[in-house]
Each structure stands twice: as structure tokens, then as C-alpha cells.
């Protein structure tokens, strides 16, 4: 069990995606401040119901049971002053319990979940990088500056279901699937339900 700084947010992170954050709460700016300092990652937790900015009087918001390590891949500073970075994911992790710092923020503990072994891509999975490759063409997809291992089914995977406009919910228990096989055939169906054939 370990202990990490926690980044609560409506949107799920998965292992390899990359994602944009506007960070203005000074609680946030301390965190950016250390992780950069230390090079060391922070827990992005997905929020189930609450809100992503505290509000006095508020109830905390409710999180997910597990999340993903992210690491601060770029930063800079917005037209509207604020701090933009990207932020890539990592490692799975099991949220085991939460506290809160005077500053307001978040710290679990955490039991980081093993990391997966590459697997490779098969046959069947083809239209899955199809799709894939489509996506990157975009120009916001672009932006991201994304570097994909096309043989890892894994990355393609997780990437994919980074990039889909899916809802919050199926995102994240795609991220809390163990097996390959199990999240190939969802997003599969998933795909299928998209383009109309299911």
C-alpha cells in the first residue's frame, strides 16, 4: 500500500491516453508544483457523482475504486492565464481509502495493480486499429502527440478507449477489465453498436 496525491476528475484516464487539464485551484498548482519538482505521478481518480471544484458547504464527491498513476507530459500557459498541461497514464491502482490535507487536497491509499504484459495484436482485432489509425488522423488527436506500439494490443485498446466519445461510466469499467480478450470483445461490440451494424 502507498500513498498518492489524488487529481479527482468527471473524465477517465486509462493507461497510455494522454488528456488536458486547465488547473486554476492553488490546491492543484501545489501538486503540478511537486510532482514536476520530484518527477513523481499522482493518482487521477474518476468522480461518480460531486464535483470536480470544492464548494464550501458541498459534500465530497464521490470516486471511483480505482484509478490510474499520470505523469505531467506538458504544460504551458493558456491564452485565459491559465496553467494547461498534459498528463499521460500510467499504472492501474485500487483506491483503498482517502484523507484530505489542510490545502483541500485528496491523498489515497493506494495498492498499485501489476503492470500488464504486452500483448500482441491479433487478426481479429484488425478493425480495432483501423479505427484507431482513423482517429489519429484528427487534428486535436494530433495535438496529443501520441505515441502508439501498434503490436501491443494493450495500447491499442486502452488508446482507442481513451480517444472514443464514450460515456464516462463505460470508460471506466473498460479501464477495470483484467483480460485482453475481455477488452477487445467489449469494444468490439461497442464499435459495432457506433457505426449502426449491432
Known sequence: MSELPLFPLSGVLLPYGRMPLQIFEQRYLDLVRDCMKTDSPFGVVWIRRGSEVSQRGS????????????????????????????????????????????????????????????????????????????????????????????????????????????????KYRLLGLEGIEALMAELDVILNQISGED
Open 59 to 170: 459534500a465530497s464527491p464521490e470516486l471511483g475504486d480505482y484509478g490510474t498513476t499520470a505523469r505531467i507530459v506538458d504544460w504551458d500557459q493558456l491564452a485565459n492565464g491559465l496553467l494547461g498541461l498534459t498528463i499521460q497514464g500510467g499504472q492501474r491502482f485500487d483506491l483503498a481509502a482517502t484523507s484530505v490535507q489542510g490545502n483541500g487536497l485528496v491523498v489515497g491509499q493506494v495498492e498499485l495493480r501489476a503492470p500488464q504484459s504486452a500483448a500482441p495484436m491479433e487478426p481479429q482485432w484488425q478493425a480495432l486499429l483501423d479505427v484507431l489509425r482513423s482517429l489519429e488522423t484528427h487534428p486535436h488527436v494530433q495535438r496529443m502527440g501520441l505515441r502508439v506500439d501498434y503490436g501491443d494490443a494493450w495500447h491499442v485498446g486502452y488508446t482507442l478507449v481513451q480517444l472514443l466519445p464514450l460515456e464516462e461510466a463505460l
